[in-house]
């Protein structure tokens, strides 16, 4: 049984940062590309970031970028999201999730096979 179990979210306020960790079992984690998503009340779920199966790719929305980092550590069969200069605007559900194609370069929803539960950041102004 595949889990993905998103943790590190919060109360933050704006300037701030966290780090997502999002734990993987039941899969073979190291093939797998990896994506961040987000989805703020009355919105569609959004893509964040991306990552290839090696972690030697990387991808970004552009309202992120500078601003974000994504990591992988196979050993540890774990993604994270390194958030800095958090905004009001970053404000959402966070989710992890894992894409059979090991590539990273995925940025719809639709193309990903598992899902986390979300965790919540909040960021205050």
């Known amino acids: 049984q595949v889990q993905l179990v998103e943790s590190g979210g919060g109360l933050v306020q704006a300037g701030g940062s966290l780090r997502l960790s999002c734990a993987a079992s039941?899969?073979?984690?190291?093939?797998?590309?990896m994506g961040w998503f987000r989805q703020a009340p009355g919105k569609e779920r959004e893509f964040v970031a991306s990552?290839?199966?090696?972690?030697?790719?990387?991808y970004y929305a552009d309202s992120v970028k500078g601003r974000f980092t994504i990591s992988r550590d196979n050993a540890e069969n774990t993604v994270y999201l390194q958030m800095n200069s958090l905004k009001s605007e970053d404000t959402a559900v966070y989710y992890c999730?894992?894409?059979?194609?090991?590539?990273?370069?995925?940025?719809?929803?639709?193309?990903?096979?598992?899902w986390g539960q979300g965790t919540q950041v909040t960021v205050s102004s």
């Open positions: 039941g899969l073979t984690f190291s093939v797998y590309g």
């Open positions: 999730a894992a894409d059979a194609v090991g590539s990273g370069r995925r940025w719809y929803a639709d193309g990903y096979k598992y």
């Open positions: 990552i290839n199966w090696s972690g030697g790719r990387t």
